[in-house]
């Protein structure tokens, strides 16, 4: 008999229920007892960026999240300021270095604003970090407690593709709004009458770009590392355009809660979109994150009432007779998916529908996805070819291509 983690709702994961988090981001049962390196969830996404201040408040009126918490100089932090924002059991960690020899400062000059840490919430952090040691992974932090008037939260971490980590967290003994350093407060951002409650409710996965030839090596530290399975592949024609290619994996751990895509460049005519992220970024990192809502409709309309544009499609994606027959019937007209640019995709266990942004930051690196899935467990396999298409368009407006 199998057991999945966590089958009732929690703190980790605020008001989303497990049966929403089901079908936002399809997670699938396994037997937690077998698995070497428990993940609960994902914990964190952190981010190092420019200007911690103003960018935590474009996520708040963008992406319609609610700041929570907040570290910097007037908690006691003199080297850097940090805004925790949550939307459903999303948490994003807005980073920026305060004094001029922050550490911090240095890692934004060489990568620019992206992902340093893909925290994630483990059930037992000294466990996983003997399992990991054992195979050969970096500890970069050891086990240890920190505590304050709410309780001990258990940490360590490892490191990963690039300068990427995860931070390994168990708060189970810990009630306070985020790690203790940090004090519960809201943004001075009201949102405006008639505003969604939540543009998205979860994070459904990251991608990972590494250097050419890395991609199985990264798969496989996945694999022995942290127990995480082989979700996909996408290799050759199947994601190949006339100018650019590259090859793609997915690793997940056992309940499909955390998902990470991993990218590596191929052989092509030009430059591929990873040979460019790899470039502007300076290695291997975090291309983007997706996140999963269950009204894809009204999360572009709010984004783009906002100000975030998103990668053009071709209305002759949505007149196609062969995409209409292969799609079949989905919730929303293919005439208000074709309005919005959105994309759709259907495999053997049901459909998605997805749209990307543009680049968020001044270097073509990070952007952002937008998915609501309808029981497929897969990526949006047909539309690889469309979106690539797109990206190139814009690596063509930059220059890059």
């Known amino acids: 008999m199998t057991e999945t983690i966590s089958h009732s709702p929690d703190k980790s994961i605020d008001d989303v229920s497990f049966d929403q988090l089901r079908q936002l981001v399809g997670l699938v049962d396994y037997d937690e007892s077998r698995d070497p390196f428990p993940v609960k969830s994902m914990d964190a996404v952190v981010f190092v960026v420019g200007n911690a201040t103003q960018t935590a408040l474009f996520y708040q009126v963008a992406f319609g999240m609610e700041q929570i918490a907040y570290s910097g100089p007037e908690t006691g932090n003199r080297d850097h300021k940090s805004y925790v924002l949550k939307s459903g059991s999303a948490r994003f960690v807005i980073t920026g270095g305060v004094r001029p020899d922050s550490a911090l400062l240095d890692h934004h000059r060489a990568h620019g604003d992206g992902v340093t840490d893909l925290a994630l919430e483990v059930t037992d952090v000294d466990k996983c970090i003997e399992w990991a040691r054992k195979q050969g992974a970096t500890v970069l932090d050891e086990p240890h407690d920190v505590s304050d008037e ?117 052989v092509a005519a030009r430059k591929s979109q990873i040979d460019e992220y790899l470039e502007f970024y300076g290695g291997p990192g975090v291309q983007h994150i997706a996140l999963a809502t269950n009204d894809i409709l009204a999360t572009v309309d709010h984004m783009r009432a906002a100000g975030i544009e998103f990668l053009e499609t071709p209305d002759s994606y949505y007149d196609d007779p062969e995409l209409r027959a292969r799609i079949g019937n989905v919730r929303v007209p293919i005439e208000e998916l074709k309005r919005r640019k959105i994309l759709v995709d259907r495999d053997e266990d049901g459909y998605l529908l997805q749209i990307f942004t543009k680049p968020t930051g001044d270097r073509p690196t990070v952007f952002f996805e937008m998915i609501e899935r309808h029981g497929s467990l897969g990526f949006g396999k047909g539309n690889f070819k469309a979106l690539f298409e797109a990206i190139e368009r814009e690596q063509d407006r930059r220059g890059n291509l």
């Not at 951002?189 to 994070?203: L, M, T, W």
């Not at 050419?212 to 942290?226: A, H, I, Q, S």
């Not at 994601?239 to 309940?255: E, F, P």
Request: with cysteine; proline share 5%.
């Open 150 to 266: 709410h309780g001990t939260v258990r940490i360590a971490a490892i490191a990963a593709y690039g300068q990427t980590r995860h931070t390994l967290i168990d708060r189970s003994r810990y009630t306070g709004v985020y790690l203790p350093g940090y004090q519960p407060r809201k943004g001075a951002y009201r949102k405006p009458e008639g505003a969604p409650k939540r543009v998205f409710q979860a994070v459904d996965h990251c991608v990972g770009n590494v250097e050419l030839g890395k991609m199985d090596y990264w798969v496989e530290f996945y694999n022995r590392v942290m127990g995480f399975v082989n979700m996909a592949e996408f290799i050759g024609d199947d994601i190949a355009t006339d100018y650019s290619a590259l090859m793609s994996k997915v690793v997940a751990n056992g309940n499909h809660r955390v998902k990470f895509p991993l990218n590596e460049p191929a």
